[in-house]
């Protein structure tokens, strides 16, 4: 039976960058950014929310980028 949807996945932001990673696995923050029209600021705290709850995984380079992937 289909379980209902978990509500931090009704944010239209997260939705977006959770369907983005689904379809390139793996994507750098600047990326991320360009293909949602988010703010730095608000992607960013939308990326903690979804890494927090296990949704992606985040790796900061040491040149101060950091990418996302899908960790499904």
């Known amino acids: 039976m289909f379980k209902g949807l978990n509500p931090l996945l009704h944010s239209e932001l997260r939705l977006a960058v ?9 994507a750098d923050f600047v990326y991320i ?3 949602t029209g ?3 600021g608000n992607l960013s705290v939308q990326i903690d929310k979804l890494s927090a709850a296990g949704y992606v995984e985040v790796t900061r380079r040491s040149e101060g980028r950091s990418r996302a992937r899908f960790a499904g």
């Open 18 to 26: 959770m369907s983005l990673l689904i379809s390139v696995e793996e």
């Open 33 to 35: 950014r360009k293909e």
């Open 38 to 40: 988010a703010t730095a």
